[in-house]
Nanobody, 115 residues
Framework: VQLQASGGGLVQPGGSLRLSCAAS????????MRWYRQAPGKQREWVAL???????NCADSVKGRFTMSRDTAKNTVYLQMDSLKPEDTAVYYC??????????WGQGTLVTVSS
């Protein structure tokens, strides 16, 4: 499985961005798709997930502001980020948890929230 993330950029506080992550390869081996982020000087943290059945969940820190979705026809997942705050600044990574329990990571996309 290969993952290609895109959509990061510079946005003002209160603004919105949508990240995309396109999967290719052995798509049927994917169990869960997740977004993580890593802010400067901090550990990588989980942000949101969507299961192969379409169930979604997100971290308390982004609940009500971020929404994860998927387009199965395009093998792509999205992270809609609204009401962005400076503390959301981080490199965002998409991740695929396979049925084998192996993890595959995308290359990361930088989100900067600043005025």
């Amino acid at each position: 499985v290969q993952l290609q993330a895109s959509g990061g950029g510079l946005v003002q506080p209160g603004g919105s961005l949508r990240l995309s992550c396109a999967a290719s390869g052995s798509i049927l081996s994917i169990n869960v798709m997740r977004w993580y982020r890593q802010a400067p000087g901090k550990q990588r943290e989980w942000v949101a997930l969507v299961t192969n059945r379409g169930s979604t969940n997100c971290a308390d820190s982004v609940k009500g502001r971020f929404t994860m979705s998927r387009d199965t026809a395009k093998n792509t997942v999205y992270l809609q980020m609204d009401s962005l705050k400076p503390e959301d600044t981080a490199v965002y990574y998409c991740n695929a948890l396979l049925y084998s329990q192996a993890n595959t990571w995308g290359q990361g996309t930088l989100v900067t929230v600043s005025s």
